[in-house]
Each structure stands twice: as structure tokens, then as C-alpha cells.
């Protein structure tokens, strides 16, 4: 624990001082565009077994998975960074496309961070659908120029 509290001190100072060394070393976004969400959430039903409704109800932290992993593809670094504000509107489109409040949302992704960070199987999960999804997506858009 002493360890992640030093680098995430050196990050910090890091990100302060040489603010664009840490800009070029951050990760980049792997999505841009907010529409695919409700494909992407298609997607990981299909994948996970689960239904839309599971999702939406949050049964077995299917909710927190596929947030975790849609907040992972348009931001990498918010996922463990809580200074790092999300994309903007993307709380929105989340609330929207799971039907429940943006205030639920902003409260699920604080537990997804702190589940990212106690649980093992939650981690192996989460980038497991992330791997899956867009791996997939990256393969659909490659067809899409193609055709």
C-alpha cells in the first residue's frame, strides 16, 4: 500500500512539473464517440450471458463491470485516478443507456474504483470484457472502412 501511495505522490509531481511528459505517457482513449455505448452494452450481454435488465439492476455487479470497462475504453486513466474527471457528457449517456440517475452512476464509478482496486476477480473481469469488447469493435471498424 506504501508503494501505490509513492507513485501515485510521484504522478502528482510528475503531472505538475512536467506536464507534458505525463501527456504523452498517459494512455490514450480507445473510443471517442458515445453512440456505440448502447452496441458496446449489446455486446457484453451477449458476451457475459447476462440480460439488459441484469445490467440495469446491477445483479452480480454486472453494472459495475460494464461501467468499469466503458469508462476504461473512453478514459484509461480516470479508471484509477480519482482526481481525473470523466470525458464530458459521458455520466450522461451511461444514465441514459441504463436508465437510472447520473448521481447512481458517478456513485458506481467510485465503487468501481475502489472494487478495481481490492478485488482480484473483479480486475480480471473487468479487462476481460474490456479485451473481448474491444477487440471486437476494433475488428468491426476495420470491416466498416473495408466495405
Excluded: W
Excluded at 501505490?4 to 464517440?33: A, G, H, W
Excluded at 456505440?36 to 457475459?48: A, G, M
Excluded at 473483479?122 to 470491416?143: L, M, N
Amino acid at each position: 500500500m506504501e508503494d501505490v501511495r509513492i507513485m501515485k505522490s510521484f504522478y502528482r509531481l510528475c503531472k505538475r512539473e512536467y506536464p507534458s511528459i505525463v501527456q504523452e505517457l498517459t494512455p490514450k482513449p480507445v473510443l471517442d464517440n458515445f453512440r456505440v455505448i448502447p452496441d458496446l452494452l449489446n455486446r457484453y450481454c451477449e458476451l457475459s450471458g447476462s440480460t439488459i435488465d441484469d445490467v440495469r439492476k446491477n445483479r452480480n455487479n454486472e453494472r459495475l463491470v460494464f461501467i468499469a470497462v466503458i469508462v476504461k475504453a473512453f478514459d484509461p486513466i480516470s479508471i484509477d485516478d480519482i482526481e481525473n474527471l470523466l470525458p464530458r457528457g459521458l455520466r450522461i449517456v451511461l444514465s441514459d443507456v441504463l436508465h437510472c440517475h447520473t448521481t447512481q452512476i458517478s456513485n458506481s464509478i467510485q465503487t468501481v474504483r475502489t472494487f478495481i482496486k481490492i478485488y482480484a476477480d473483479f480486475r480480471d473481469r473487468v479487462s476481460y470484457f474490456y479485451s473481448k469488447i474491444i477487440k471486437h469493435d476494433e475488428v468491426k471498424r476495420e470491416t466498416e472502412e473495408i466495405l
